[in-house]
């Protein structure tokens, strides 16, 4: 069930036609059919023949969105200590959602969105943030000089702060100022965290902590591969550590493309217990998304296969969106740069294929949330209202599947998802 690229079932609807004994429409006006013309056509046809059912609230989302409620009502209502103990707690026990983001992580984001969302505001507005909310945090870390959790929320409160100073800009294109600020934040951050790293080694909080910290670092050294491999062996269940590791691989950062293949596979090796071959193609997973040249030293066929051994050890309906959308829309070969070279053209079109599997053997349930965060890609100023990021996610996904199906649903088939698999069933 592969697709072409540009737009789908040209050839298919020429051969209907004459198969129905219609006068055929001649090929180069068929080929000359916009993509909007078939979108319009696709989308009379989603609500009766596309079948898949969503959910605005799946399970990963749920417990997502109750940590980080529950870190915000309790910094708001100035219980710190209830936040310090739910923090230590979840910290200790690996506690996580569903899909594995650590609950502790989740909990210090809760704690400290409103300071940092009012600086990212500010900015955003073209004013001067206010110091007021980092001070508060810095009277708070001065109450709980011991405790591993506050110092964790108030150090990643002033990197949140220097990322939204410094923006997604390359490096040159940086003011000097939201460099400094940067660099600021970044500084107060490590100074705050130094103290806990050795006396909490097993903490996956602060081994994530430490990680972030990073970013800063023009030249982590060797340190920088053993703080990923201890975030990821502290939770190696959650792939989004690996995920940012392959990023950090890059040259932009701090590897190579021979560094990226050899890290992913050494991550894979150690977490084949739980990934299979999975952990190789979380590895490369982002780097293929944000450097073309991450494709050079890819084996294709192993991240194929851990693809296919993510789903395989774990079936989660939030991980087969994930992935369904990374092979439709991140990898879309029509997004692939004219100039591109030849191998990265036969990758994207690879992983972009895996699709056709994905859709027929995993998918069954839809979760906007995933598609509007791959439609929209990284770097976005401002995200919309969660409202209009459930519309834009549901209807991305329905259109990108409905050009995936649109042989089948021009020719009148029904397209059902359901926890039994694909099914199609022919016009009447």
């Known amino acids: 069930m592969k697709r ?5 079932g040209t050839l298919t609807r020429a051969l209907l036609t ?4 219609l006068r ?8 000359a059919k916009t993509e909007d013309a078939l979108d319009r056509a696709l989308a009379e046809r989603l609500e009766k023949q596309l079948i898949l059912p969503a959910t605005e609230t799946p399970p990963e989302e749920l417990s997502r969105a109750a940590m980080q409620d529950r870190g915000q009502f309790l910094a708001r209502q100035d219980r710190w200590d209830d936040l310090a103990e739910a923090i230590r707690s979840a910290d200790s026990a690996r506690h996580a959602t569903p899909c594995a983001m650590s609950h502790a992580e989740l909990l210090s984001f809760g704690a400290r969105a409103d300071v940092v969302h009012a600086t990212e505001e500010a900015l955003a507005d073209g004013a001067t943030p206010s110091l ?15 405790d591993h959790g506050i110092a964790a929320t108030v150090a990643l409160a002033h990197a949140d702060i220097g990322w939204a100073w410094r923006g997604t800009d390359w490096p040159h294109e940086i003011p000097d100022r939201n460099q400094r600020l940067f660099a600021a934040h970044f500084d107060r951050a490590a100074r705050i965290l130094e103290p806990f790293f050795d006396r909490h080694p097993d903490s996956p909080l602060l081994a994530a902590a ?6 800063a670092d023009p030249d982590p050294g060797k340190r920088f591969t053993d703080d990923y491999e201890r975030l990821i062996d502290l939770n ?17 950062w701090f590897g190579s493309y021979d560094a990226l293949e050899l890290e992913a596979r050494r991550t894979a090796a150690r977490s084949g217990a739980i990934w299979g071959n999975g952990a190789y193609a979380w590895v490369y997973m982002d780097a293929l998304a944000v450097d073309p040249g991450a494709a050079r030293g890819l084996d294709l066929d192993f991240f194929l296969d851990g693809m296919r051994d993510i789903l395989a050890n774990h079936p989660d309906q939030h991980i087969a969106n994930m992935l369904a959308a990374y092979a439709a829309i991140t990898m879309d070969p029509a997004h692939t740069p004219a100039n591109a070279p030849d191998l990265l053209r036969r990758t994207r079109r690879a992983i972009h294929d895996a699709l056709d599997w994905i859709l027929a053997e995993y998918l069954f349930e839809l979760h ?20 209009a990021l459930l519309r834009r996610g549901t209807m991305t996904a329905r259109m990108t599947i409905a050009r995936h199906f649109a042989d089948e649903l021009l020719a009148g088939t029904t397209v059902a998802f359901s926890r039994h698999g694909l099914r199609l069933y022919p016009a009447q």
């Open 210 to 215: 430490r990680c972030t910290l990073l970013s």
């Open 24 to 31: 055929p429409t001649p090929f180069r006006q068929l080929a």
């Open 4 to 8: 072409s690229a540009g737009i789908p």
């Open 236 to 252: 190696p269940h959650n792939p989004r550590p690996m995920r940012a590791f392959g990023n950090h691989l890059l040259p932009r």
């Open 132 to 146: 007021a909310g980092i001070e508060a945090l810095e009277e708070v870390l001065d109450e709980f000089p011991e």
């Open 368 to 387: 906007p949330l995933v598609w509007a965060e791959a439609s929209i890609g990284q770097g976005y100023p401002r995200l919309p209202m969660r409202s």
């Open 18 to 21: 004459l198969r129905n004994g």
